[in-house]
């Protein structure tokens, strides 16, 4: 109710413009700031509020005359009698010590080099910055941040200006338009950039680490191409001044869509090998996406959450079927319509108007009505809703109704009907799907009709697959068959997949269960030498198992392979070297050292998280693999904590190893016995 009262007083005024200075000091992890706010009153009121959360406050000024002011532990209440139809200035000067939302990784000892970041959603700025934790209110904001000469400083809009001391540089960004105060963002770190301009003239910066140049082409493929696509499909020229995408390490999420200013997670800046695996097209267009829906319009509140998810996934699909091709897109589709029906008939469906939805709701359900919406309506129709839409409440806040009202015109047609079995229903309708999938895809619709065939007809289950398999010269298809149906497929299937040259049905085969036959032998050590990192992975594995005596030319074969950002290659590799009898005898224990070492927080979450799991099964902890996974337990990533967690409460069950890991926290700092302290205590 507190919130309530507030927020009706936030009605009677409007935020328009902030002038935003910080400066983050690394060695207290805080933000020192200050803030100028241009706002407008639309009747008088006592007060007005920001969000602030456990900040300090030296000055608070209205109008440049000192105010009286109330801080709480979540906001800054400022008193003074606002007259309606006036415009006011409101100055803070603050310092904040943010527990999230900023994070501050490094030292200099780290392979990203130091890095300061931000994560607004879910996360609220106003733990940076005194603002709204209502995305309701948009802003204009302009950021001016200072920091050491020797780091790249990248926020949302476009650079205006330097101002440079010798210790200290002020990189000033200005914003033209208004946004939501969870979408302001900055980055600092050491980056190079790659500049793009759009079809339209638009200037597009990917930005990547000095020591990943040869990675900026596979990791930022297609880039100028989504961009353009995505302009001309959604039908609104995008709506920011630039378009910037900025690894970070160990981030929250795959991506964030801050304003013109993706933040996007290290792990996906790839070699071209990895490319087929693991890209970032996807993502790239999801966030891109969400520049127009969620950042141009944005949801009044989480019931509408569909506006943003729901678009920003089913648009990055339409990009992926202009890039890859209409199978790509159909057979994801499949996928998803899968997931969400095994949900579905579990009873666990949900409505894409429920604020609690889980994530497969909003994103794919969520994408899902919006193919069934213009497959109902029609292209035209949906393009030009979509059109109007966007321009009709560009820098506002949306409902689905209000998105719902602009298709309804724009298709003449009453979309109740839509609503309901797609919006407010828990039901996910597969007949519906099903159909649409056979009817625009043949190779989706023979592997729908396969399954029906298999659990229906009388015939041999084996000669039924021979023959969709020869039917068929459809490379997904294909893959899909031998990876589900692995235990059925004859000889010559699988040597006809072998030989089919294809990564990804070779793929498969490298990845089914089954044993490796000793007349595939040969085909099987092909695989070692496909353009595929998971395939390697998974041949090297599979053969070292099955052909002891061979051990020693497939670790001769694969030696120096990394594999995906994660190192999913090496990993293996150092493991089983370490574990083959004389192979490379004199070099045994540096390939341990190395295995080891990769716990250590200079690496990647993702990097730690397979070398601990390698030690775990296979091998011992050495002291040093402790205290790490002590650090891994507070690290900011909730899923990489967990994981550490449930390691070392494992670990605390036997006896010896608890007293090993009591004399090893001795003389640690707290912050980083956070967890372990809480977990010793209460046994
Ligand atoms: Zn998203």
């Known amino acids: 109710m507190f919130s309530n009262l507030h927020a009706q007083h936030q009605d009677k005024v409007d935020f328009i413009h902030a002038e935003v200075n910080i400066r983050p000091l690394v060695d207290q992890k805080a933000i020192e700031g200050s803030v100028v706010y241009r706002f407008k009153v639309f009747q008088n009121v006592d007060s007005v509020f920001l969000d602030a959360q456990d900040m300090k406050f030296s000055a608070v000024l209205v109008n440049h005359k000192k105010a009286s002011f109330k801080v709480s532990k979540t906001k800054i209440t400022v008193y003074k009698n606002f007259k309606k139809n006036r415009s006011y ?46 995305m309701t209110e948009k802003v204009e ?105 900025i690894p970070v390490k160990d981030f929250l999420y795959a991506g964030m869509e801050n304003t013109g200013t993706t933040i996007f997670s290290d792990a996906f800046i790839i070699d071209s090998v990895a490319f087929i695996d693991k890209n970032y097209v996807n993502v790239n267009a999801h966030e891109l996406a969400h520049q127009w829906f969620g950042n141009l319009v944005t949801e009044k509140d989480g019931q509408h959450h569909w506006l943003h998810e729901g678009f920003a996934t089913y648009y990055a699909y339409l990009t992926e079927k202009e890039i890859f091709g209409d199978d790509y897109f159909y057979w994801k589709l499949f996928d998803t319509a899968q997931q969400l029906n095994e949900r579905s008939k579990a009873d666990k469906g949900e409505a894409l108007t429920d604020p609690k939805a889980s994530s497969l709701t909003f994103y794919e359900k969520g994408a899902w009505s919006l193919v069934m919406l213009r497959n109902e309506i029609g292209d035209v129709a949906f393009k030009k809703g979509i059109k109007n839409y966007l321009e009709k409440y560009q820098f506002q806040n949306v409902t689905i109704d209000d998105f719902l009202g602009e298709m309804e015109l724009a298709a003449n047609l009453n979309l109740g009907p839509f609503k309901q079995l797609w919006l407010s ?84 085969l490298a990845l089914t269960s089954a044993r490796i036959p000793t007349d595939f032998k040969m085909e099987y050590e092909s695989l070692l030498e496909d353009k595929s990192y998971i395939t390697m992975e998974s041949a090297l594995y599979r053969l070292w198992i099955s052909f002891p005596h061979d051990r020693h030319r497939y670790l001769d074969k694969t030696k120096g392979i990394i594999g995906l950002p994660n190192k999913n290659v090496r990993l293996l590799w150092l493991l089983l070297a370490s574990l083959t009898k004389d192979y490379d005898n004199d070099s045994k224990e540096g390939y341990l050292a190395e295995l080891h070492g990769y716990t250590s927080p200079r690496y990647s979450m993702e990097i730690r998280q397979g070398a601990f799991g390698l030690i775990t099964d296979v091998l011992h902890y050495t002291d040093q693999n402790i205290l790490d996974l002590i650090d891994a337990t507070t690290h900011h990533s909730w899923q990489f904590r ?7 409460d494992n670990e605390l069950k036997v006896d010896q190893q608890r007293n090993r890991i009591i004399e090893l926290t001795k003389g640690l700092n707290d912050a980083k016995l956070r967890y372990i302290k809480t977990k010793l205590n209460s046994e």
Not at 116 to 125: A, H, L, V
């Open 89 to 134: 200035s409101l100055t803070l000067e603050y310092s904040a010590k943010p527990r999230q939302t900023v994070y501050f990784l490094g030292g200099d000892d780290l392979l990203s080099g130091r890095q300061i970041w931000t994560q607004g959603q879910g996360k609220y700025t106003s733990h940076w910055l005194p603002s709204f934790d209502d």
């Open 141 to 245: 904001f302009d950021l001016n941040i200072s920091f050491n000469p020797k780091y790249e400083v990248i926020a949302n809009g476009k650079l205006r200006k330097y101002k440079e001391s010798d210790s200290l540089k002020t990189w000033s960004y200005d914003m033209q338009n208004p946004m939501s105060s969870y979408l302001l963002a900055f980055v600092i770190g050491q980056y190079d950039k790659q500049e793009l301009i759009s079809e339209n003239g638009l200037p597009i910066e990917n930005y990547f680490y000095p020591k990943d140049s040869l990675k900026v082409e596979p990791t930022y493929r297609y880039t100028k191409k989504i961009f353009d696509f995505l302009e001309n499909e959604i039908g609104k020229p995008y709506p920011w001044q630039n378009y910037k995408q």
């Open 425 to 508: 229903s828990s039901v996910f309708p597969i007949e519906k799907v099903t159909d649409y999938l056979s009817e625009n895809s043949s190779s989706v619709g023979a592997f729908i009709q396969l399954k029906w065939d298999l659990t229906t007809s009388l015939k041999n289950k084996k000669d039924i697959i021979d023959k969709y398999w020869k039917e068929s010269d459809n490379e997904e298809f294909k893959a899909r068959l031998v990876s589900k149906y692995h235990k059925q497929l004859s000889p010559d299937i699988i040597k006809s997949a072998f030989d089919s040259k294809s990564i990804k049905v070779r793929q498969a």
């Open 642 to 648: 967990k994981y550490a967690r449930g390691l070392l």
